[in-house]
């Protein structure tokens, strides 16, 4: 396998936590898929959740080199399967900017505490 590109980020909790205050559901559904609005809701640390897949995006974008594409947040998808380390799903514009750069594989490290969230993702073609 060979890196095509890699991407990091570190947000503050606090800061998804006034975004989801300030603007509800139309923040949520801008930015998270349904999958990820029901995971992240569901847990007690609904914060940390959230900011740790607005960091998963971040670094995708990243790692792909997609920042000036007109990828949509909620093309980029964090899911978690139980047992599994958590893998990034891309559609739309997403899906086919990677195809078109050779992108076949997203390496994902989340990490998350109640003050910040980060995120590593490695760009991989085989």
Not at 34 to 54: F, K, M, N, V
Not at 63 to 84: D, K, L, M, P, T
Not at 93 to 120: D, I, K
Request: glycine share 12%; with cysteine.
């Amino acid at each position: 396998m060979t890196i095509l590109g890699v991407g990091t980020e570190i947000i503050e909790c606090v800061r998804i936590a006034k975004m989801i205050e300030r603007h509800g559901e139309m923040f949520l559904e801008r930015v998270y898929t349904d999958g990820e609005i029901a995971y992240c809701s569901g847990g007690a640390s609904a914060t940390q959740l959230y900011a740790a897949r607005w960091v998963a995006k971040e670094a995708t974008l990243k790692a792909i080199g997609g920042r000036s594409q007109g990828i949509r947040w909620n093309e980029i998808e964090v899911r978690v399967e139980h047992g599994r380390s958590p893998t990034i799903l891309l559609t739309g514009r997403a899906a086919g900017w990677a195809e078109q750069n050779g992108v076949e594989h997203l390496q994902l490290s989340l990490g998350s505490c109640r003050t910040h969230a980060t995120a590593f993702v490695i760009a991989l073609t085989d």
